[in-house]
């Protein structure tokens, strides 16, 4: 009975002591994969930088000819986000990777045949990735894990902050385009009372931002005060009544859920002016901008948000235009003839827009082994790279 204690006791140490290695190698591996994926993340975000660099010098001494060939607005690292996993993919396909599954009724020992194919044939079927063979290329892939960049133009979203700086016309027309664009079919499942509940979330938006402390219901009209919406809740507080330092303040405001949050989130932002990027910015947001520009005008008939062949025909004008020129009077003119608007000199559209970028918005993932890190950065791009500031940064 001694010995089978004392094998039992021993045995049992064993396995403990054997666990608890166990479990301090698995964490010291998530940790070692963790902060791994942090510094890929972090190597994104150098590559993304350098590559944004390069193309505003490309396009800024290449404007004409990038115009004449038909060339995006957008940011190449929105049009094509880069991804090592996508890098390595090409190479190992061009450096001969694994063939393709065979077609249905071919065995696995059977060899398939190939046409015999003259030089010309092979040479125009062949797809040039030669800088994927470059030894530069080889070692740049020369490490563990992987990495992912994507970016936006903070310019082609509506400001928020606008509603500190706004003045009383200028305020009252803000919130007339954030209903217009919460009135987007995507929104139904958030609103069910429409446009009474829309109305009451816009405000509190802007409550939330400008400078007084009491309700704005409407133009020259005030209510109680903004605490009392945050009072008696879980969770008690005062309204900000400053500038949102990001996005995730919008989850304070009274009456913004996840789901709002979630489906507003790409259309908003808190940096740069209350000038969008019309040639880069979503249709919904153009048609807010254009909605809010026609029912300023006096002697020009309002346009409804519904009248989709109306919209439909300034957005093609505003598309078109953008292929031509980056000329902001080009385009305020094309938007003009295309609401049949005539106007002397500068247009006052022109205020609403620009077709300049200065602040991105960069998504970084890195990954090793099963740890997926994911970093959101802010830059403002303003001269040289090596002068642009980090507005914004979180791990997430």
Request: some cysteine.
């Amino acid at each position: 009975m001694l010995a089978l204690g004392t094998v039992m006791v021993l045995t049992t140490l064993a396995i403990e002591f054997a666990y608890n290695s166990h479990v301090s190698y698995s964490m010291a591996l998530n940790e070692r994969d963790r902060l791994r994926a942090y510094y890929l993340a972090r190597s994104a975000l150098q590559l993304a930088k350098l590559e944004m660099g390069m193309e505003k010098e490309i396009r800024g001494k290449f404007a004409s000819q990038l115009q004449q060939a038909g060339v995006p607005s957008q940011p190449i690292c929105q049009q094509f986000p880069f991804s090592t996993a996508i890098l390595r993919g090409l190479v190992a396909t061009e450096e001969g990777g694994p063939a393709l599954p065979g077609r249905p009724g071919e065995g696995e020992g059977q060899e398939k045949k190939e046409p015999e194919k003259t030089p010309e044939e092979e040479k125009k079927g062949e797809v040039d990735l030669s800088f994927l063979r470059e030894e530069q290329a080889k070692d740049f892939l020369d490490f563990e894990g992987d990495f992912s960049v994507h970016c936006e133009a903070e310019e082609s979203k509506l400001n928020l902050n606008f509603f500190r700086t706004a003045g009383s016309d200028p305020y009252e027309e803000q919130k007339q385009t954030l209903e217009t664009l919460f009135l987007e079919k995507r929104f139904e499942p958030v609103f069910e009372k429409k446009r009474e509940q829309i109305k009451k979330v816009v405000q509190n938006i802007a409550d939330w931002v400008d400078r007084n402390d009491r309700i704005n219901e409407a133009p020259g009209i005030e209510g109680g005060y903004e605490d009392s919406l945050y009072v008696g809740s879980e969770y008690t507080y005062k309204v900000k009544n400053g500038k949102m330092a990001s996005l995730a303040e919008l989850l304070l405001v009274s009456g913004v859920g996840d789901d709002l949050f979630n489906l507003a989130g790409p259309s908003l932002t808190v940096y740069g002016g209350n000038k969008i990027n019309i040639c880069i910015a979503d249709d919904a947001i153009i048609k807010a901008v254009v909605l809010k520009y026609v029912n300023s005008q006096q002697g020009v008939a309002p346009i409804r948000p519904d009248d989709e062949e109306a919209l439909a025909k300034v957005l093609d004008a505003i598309h078109q235009s953008c292929l031509l020129t980056q000329e902001p009077n080009a385009i305020a003119g094309a938007i003009n003839k295309a609401l049949g608007i005539t106007t002397a000199g500068s247009s006052p559209i022109q205020s609403l827009f620009t077709t300049e970028t200065r602040f991105y918005s960069f998504d970084l993932t890195g990954q090793s082994g099963d740890i997926e890190l994911k970093v959101r950065v802010v830059l403002d791009a303003k001269g040289n790279s090596n002068e642009w500031k980090m507005l914004y940064y979180r791990v997430q």
